[in-house]
């Protein structure tokens, strides 16, 4: 059972950076970032692979960098420039899935963090 666990949530005014973290027993294969905003589904934003391959949603394309220390089995989002409509729980998830992009379906990852707040104010 692969544990995750986010950290690095909180409120922020727009224009501003977050970074979250994601603490994990065990590093699979595929990598990634989800959110939910109130009244919507859960999407993916950003998603990394072993080999370092990275793949992003369109809406958050230059503003957002997935990245993951190997040595410590942690992921991170950087969160840059954000706007109000970033706001959400931010989830993070594994799966041992080979196609790893940000076009992910939430029920194609097997293990899931309890999720981190953000707030963008503006």
């Known amino acids: 059972q692969v544990q995750l666990l986010e950290s690095g949530g909180g409120s922020v005014q727009a224009g501003g950076s977050l970074r979250l973290s994601c603490d994990a027993s065990e590093k699979l294969y595929c990598m990634a970032w989800f959110r939910e905003a109130p009244g919507k589904e859960r999407e993916a934003v950003a998603a990394i692979d072993m080999d370092g391959d990275t793949d992003y949603a369109d809406s958050v394309k230059g503003r957002f960098t997935v990245s993951q220390d190997n040595a410590k089995n942690v992921l991170y989002l950087q969160m840059n420039n954000v706007k109000a409509e970033d706001t959400a729980m931010y989830y993070c998830?594994?799966?041992?899935?080979?196609?790893?992009?940000?076009?992910?379906?939430?029920?194609?990852?097997?293990?899931w963090g309890k999720g981190t707040l953000v707030g963008i104010s503006s």
């Open positions: 998830a594994a799966s041992e899935r080979r196609l790893c992009i940000a076009g992910m379906h939430p029920g194609g990852m097997r293990y």
